[in-house]
């Protein structure tokens, strides 16, 4: 749960940069070829067998199957592919650091991450601002029958060289303080090397931006990335800063190809109108004109819309900067203690 991964449909043993070069060569290839498969019949089902036993030749699994629709590529191959790409570059900065001899291997692991972290003190406007947000913009997550709410538990400051400074974006036009989803099996590799962005355009929620960097205006968004697991009900909630550009589009539907195509090549912003939006009537300007979409989360105009929640797809990393870490506590609302 912690991956969004059932454990057996991770690749077995460990993977090399070869084994990911080629998956992600397979996985665009693949897309590129669904677009002219029917959606039934014969040529259907070989094209969809083969394309899939090809996929667990390169990526072993215990349980095989056939996929046949772009969700469980976005929630099976991309997915998987991103999380063990980023445990892969985890398990590498950490090494063999905790069987050594050093007195302390944590403080040498948070050396090899190359990223300072502070705390925010409870008392600061930084603190105030980040807790109102989280509390307009946030709704429930439901795990199978169970409601989760979320208490935040600490805000820590981040700065690194493997993303741009806040100096640098702060003089970026178009500036939005935006939540990004991660999970604990990601954080480090963002910490260490920034956002990458995704690997490959799908016509669903998640990928349907192309290699973009996606964050929302919703912590409710977020907080579906960071939910963990019922023993482990702590998770991190990231804010950026983004700037969307001199030149924003947005979409109502799920792009096309080509408009996606447009999109990289021109490094544009882009905002995915959800079916839910913050109140712009609420929005406050932090410092140096970044927008705080901080509004109480209403319906949109969007009904029919993908998306849940507004997203921002932005395309070059060097306009996203991580801000802040939010360490939150995954509370259940809805369970009932019944006495013996």
Request: glycine share 8%; charged share 25%.
């Amino acid at each position: 749960m912690e991956m969004a991964q059932d454990l057996p449909d991770l690749p077995v043993g460990m993977l090399t940069d070869l084994h990911l070069k080629r998956g992600e060569e397979m996985l665009l290839q693949w897309r590129r070829d669904a677009e002219s498969v029917p959606e039934s019949g014969p040529a259907a089902d070989a094209f969809w067998t083969e394309t899939s036993n090809k996929w667990f030749s390169l990526f072993p699994t215990t349980r095989p199957y056939t996929m046949r629709v772009f969700e469980q590529i976005a929630d099976n191959v991309a997915s998987g592919l991103e999380t063990i790409r980023d445990i892969k570059d985890a398990s590498h900065l950490i090494g063999d650091v905790f069987s050594s001899t050093l007195d302390d291997p944590v403080s040498e692991c948070y050396k090899k991450i190359g990223c300072s972290i502070n705390p925010v003190a409870e008392d600061s406007e930084d603190y105030k601002m980040i807790l109102k947000y989280l509390e307009k913009t946030y709704e429930p997550v439901k795990v199978a029958d169970v409601v989760y709410g979320v208490s935040v538990e600490r805000i820590y400051s981040v700065e690194s060289k493997a993303f741009p400074s806040y100096e640098k974006i702060k003089n970026l036009p178009n500036k939005v303080l935006l939540w990004c989803g991660t999970r604990s099996s990601n954080l480090l590799r963002h910490l260490h090397k920034g956002f990458l962005p995704a690997v490959c355009h799908l016509p669903v929620p998640g990928y349907m931006f192309g290699k973009a960097i996606v964050c929302s205006d919703a912590a409710a968004e977020a907080a579906r990335y960071g939910f963990t697991a019922v023993d482990r009900p702590e998770g991190y909630l990231v804010v950026a800063v983004a700037s969307l550009g001199e030149e924003i589009t947005e979409v109502t539907g799920t792009p096309a190809a080509k408009d996606v195509e447009g999109f990289e090549q021109k490094k544009m912003g882009v905002k995915g109108v959800g079916r839910k939006m913050t109140d712009e009537s609420e929005h406050i300007t932090w410092r140096d004109g970044v927008k705080v979409p901080c509004g109480k989360l209403v319906p949109s105009k969007n009904k029919g819309g993908p998306l849940e929640y507004n997203e921002y797809a932005v395309y070059d990393p060097k306009q996203v900067s991580i801000c802040f870490l939010v360490g939150v506590k995954y509370e259940e609302q809805n369970m009932e203690v019944v006495d013996e």
